[in-house]
């Protein structure tokens, strides 16, 4: 009997349908039979935590991780471990990786931070967020590879994981491949304030979009699912220092201005509502960290497009203003997370020196 993808949900109802699959497991456990379950790595080095040949979906990926600094400091707390550990993987032998993102930022919390927080694909979970897991299915039709490498300078790292997955004999072939890139601009590109706060948080117009900071842009036929969005404030002022304001702005397959989905404003696009001050996490969307007084501090956000995946037949640019009309010159940083038919556009991840956090 052929092993394919198959019609397979994950809902509750669906559980009782009766499959064919091979259900497979790499991990870090203790090949000696000890209790020493981890990969150890030492600066520069790479864990492969998955390398498989033939046809699957890894179905959950669960880490952990800790260095002697982030056992003496609670882990995502300064300093950035998460930031120095990156997660890769490849599908089919293709070359260029379709995912390469800092360990934490991919599973949902940026600023090399950690949170408890729940969400359907993501989960943070404790102690104090320590414990990572994401459900996002990743297919692979022949072959796939998943590594985290350290560029830890000072210490050695050890990292703990499973990788489940199934096996298949065959992948349909309108069966897309799991991608998540991650990007920074620190400072945006904005205008330097004036004596009206009014005017420079919500002054101006922007008619074009081409200065919007840029969560995803991708060639070929997919869907984009979702993002992880965080914004560091670098305007000190004791004036009401909102970060937001800043319109989703999604162009699909060339659209010239006015772009297909147009939103309303930062807070809006990840489904909550008036400049949040609270922590919030729903399977689709929200707030693990809210900024503090005034929105000082870091901000991370989520949503994730599991029910209404924005389709694209040639091309995608999902981009977002920094503050209204782009006015803002903060830290952004974002993981954005699609599917879509090889080959991908290209991408590098930014060197490590340009992913710290600072103070």
């Not at 809210?290 to 995946?309: I, T």
């Not at 640019?317 to 952004?332: C, F, Y």
Request: charged share 25%.
């Amino acid at each position: 009997m052929t092993v394919d993808y198959g019609p397979h949900g994950s809902s509750l109802r669906d559980l009782p349908r009766l499959r064919r699959t091979r259900r497979r497991r790499s991990s870090s456990w203790d090949r000696t039979g000890g209790n020493d379950d981890r990969a150890s790595l030492r600066p520069g080095e790479t864990a492969t935590m998955l390398d498989v040949a033939g046809a699957g979906v890894v179905t959950h990926l669960w880490m952990t991780v800790a260095a002697p600094r982030s056992l003496r400091r609670p882990l995502g707390g300064t300093d950035d471990l998460l930031r120095r550990l990156v997660l890769r993987a490849w599908w089919d032998g293709e070359e260029h990786p379709s995912v390469a993102v800092p360990l934490g930022d991919f599973f949902g919390v940026g600023h090399g931070r950690t949170t408890n927080f729940v969400s359907l694909p993501l989960q943070m979970s404790p102690e104090d967020g320590k414990a990572f897991n994401c459900w996002f299915a990743m297919p692979f039709g022949s072959g796939a590879r998943m590594e985290v490498t350290s560029e830890v300078d000072d210490a050695d790292v050890v990292v703990y994981f499973y990788v489940d997955y199934e096996e298949l004999d065959s992948l349909d072939a309108d069966i897309g491949r799991f991608h998540a890139q991650w990007r920074r601009q620190n400072p945006t590109a904005g205008v330097r304030p004036g004596p009206s706060n009014a005017a420079y948080q919500f002054g101006g117009t922007n008619l074009t979009g081409r200065d919007n900071y840029t969560i995803l842009e991708a060639e070929g036929h997919g869907h984009y699912v979702g993002c992880v969005l965080n914004i560091q404030n670098r305007r000190r002022t004791r004036k009401w220092n909102w970060y937001g304001e800043g319109d989703d702005m999604i162009f699909i397959d060339g659209d010239e201005w006015p772009p297909t989905l147009h939103g309303t404003g930062t807070e809006d696009y990840v489904n909550t509502a008036w400049c949040p001050t609270q922590t919030y996490s729903a399977p689709y969307h929200g707030v693990t960290l809210a900024g503090g007084k005034n929105w000082r501090g870091p901000v991370s956000l989520y949503r994730f497009h599991v029910e209404d995946p924005v389709v694209f037949e040639r091309s995608i640019r999902v981009s977002i203003e920094h503050g209204h009309a782009n006015k803002r010159s903060d830290d952004w940083s974002s993981t954005a997370y699609w599917y879509q038919a090889e080959p991908h556009r290209p991408f590098e991840l930014a060197p490590v020196e340009d992913r710290l956090t600072g103070p």
